[in-house]
């Protein structure tokens, strides 16, 4: 069984920083893009970026030039570096895993999610 376990959310003040960390656990062997979405109360659930093993790393334009998203592929690991974070930032922050290989194929895996508050 594949698991994503997020970690790094919490309260923090308009203007300031997070870095979240997403962690796939499990007999894996290959996955082929990773991101996190996010959900405020009464939203959608929505893309915040994402970053496939081959391609274009893809930003939701609220977020272009404040969060930056990486990968550890040796690890399985996704990071997401929240500056400059704004009130309309605060959300439960979802890991999402697409196309896993390993004891399976998956082709989607979603993490429980860590809940991100800024305050004004």
């Known amino acids: 069984q594949v698991q994503l376990v997020e970690s790094g959310g919490g309260l923090v003040q308009a203007g300031g920083s997070l870095r979240l960390s997403c962690a796939a656990s499990?007999?894996?062997?290959?996955?082929?893009?990773m991101g996190w979405y996010r959900q405020a109360p009464g939203k959608q659930r929505e893309l915040v970026a994402r970053?496939?093993?081959?391609?274009?790393?893809t930003y939701a334009d609220s977020v272009k030039g404040r969060f930056t998203i990486s990968r550890e592929n040796g690890k399985n690991m996704v990071y997401l570096q929240m500056n400059s974070l704004k009130p309309e930032d605060t959300a439960v922050y979802h890991c999402?895993?697409?196309?896993?290989?390993?004891?399976?194929?998956?082709?989607?895996?979603w993490g429980q999610g860590t809940q991100v508050t800024v305050s004004s």
């Open positions: 499990g007999s894996i062997f290959s996955i082929n893009a």
């Open positions: 970053i496939p093993s081959v391609g274009i790393t």
């Open positions: 999402r895993a697409d196309g896993v290989s390993g004891s399976g194929y998956f082709p989607v895996i």
